[in-house]
């Protein structure tokens, strides 16, 4: 797979706060997705993206298909405690099923 | 609940031991994955089945041997495994194996948490 870099790696949150993380690739992807990990559980699919450009919401998250197709955007809004967890980018290019994964953000949110 | 069901939870076992992952998914898929996750690191895809057919060999050493009995079920045999073996084993399913561009949403089981000692 290709190589996705993901920051910040890790991140300790007020909650209230508002979060930032992205992803960046070296390659073009025509598919960006987000996925979060809570402990002792696996990833949970939040936002797929498909087209240069989109935003597409769910609920508070927000997330960015970047123009030049090698980089994601994912923000949070007004972080509460249950936002914990690993969130972790990963791409697909358009001839290759396989998918890509970044290293993981892991967000922490004090009270 | 994803539909992908993991067992054990948690595993440890000598490097000398011979044991089994197990995957079942109730979702009626057709595709199948084996991951390796270890902490800081991207996850590392191992195996790929398609109607129990093997698509994809990662490179992974011989003593992690997969099995698809059927599209609902998946193994992985572990043998002489080493200590940096030790990692979360994550199953996962897609409706198809991605292709022509289109992404196939995976859903992802609770994991193994493998400790080789």
């Known amino acids: 797979g290709q190589q996705l870099n993901q920051s910040p790696q890790s991140m300790f949150i007020q909650e209230g706060e508002d979060v930032s993380m992205n992803c960046t690739s070296s390659?073009?992807?025509?598919?960006w997705l987000w996925y979060k990990q809570e402990p002792g559980e696996g990833p949970v699919l939040l936002i797929a993206?498909?087209?240069?450009?989109e935003l597409t919401s769910n609920g508070r998250l927000t997330a960015q298909f970047g123009i030049t197709r090698k980089d994601s955007f994912l923000n949070i809004s007004a972080s509460i405690p249950s936002d914990v967890g690993i969130y972790f980018c990963?791409?697909?290019?358009?001839?290759?099923?396989?998918?890509?994964f970044g290293a993981g953000t892991t967000v922490t949110v004090r009270a | 609940e994803t539909g992908v069901t993991q067992t054990p939870r948690h595993l440890v076992m000598g490097m000398t031991n011979k044991k089994s992952l197990k995957c079942e998914q109730h979702?009626?898929?057709?595709?199948m994955y084996w991951y390796k996750q270890s902490a800081k690191k991207p996850l590392e895809l191992m195996f790929v089945?398609?109607?129990?057919?093997?698509?994809e060999n990662n490179s992974v050493p011989s003593r992690f041997s997969p099995e698809c009995p059927n599209s609902s079920h998946l193994f992985l045999h572990l043998h002489t495994l080493q200590p940096e073996d030790s990692a979360l084993y994550l199953c996962?399913?897609?409706?198809?194996?991605?292709?022509?561009?289109?992404?196939?949403?995976?859903?992802f089981g609770s994991g193994t948490q493998l400790s080789v000692l």
């Open positions: 996962a399913s897609s409706q198809d194996i991605p292709r022509g561009g289109m992404d196939e949403k995976l859903f």
């Open positions: 390659s073009i992807f025509n598919t």
């Open positions: 993206l498909y087209k240069a450009g």
């Open positions: 990963a791409g697909q290019i358009s001839n290759d099923y396989k998918l890509s």
């Open positions: 979702l009626g898929h057709n595709a």
């Open positions: 089945y398609s109607l129990e057919e093997r698509v």
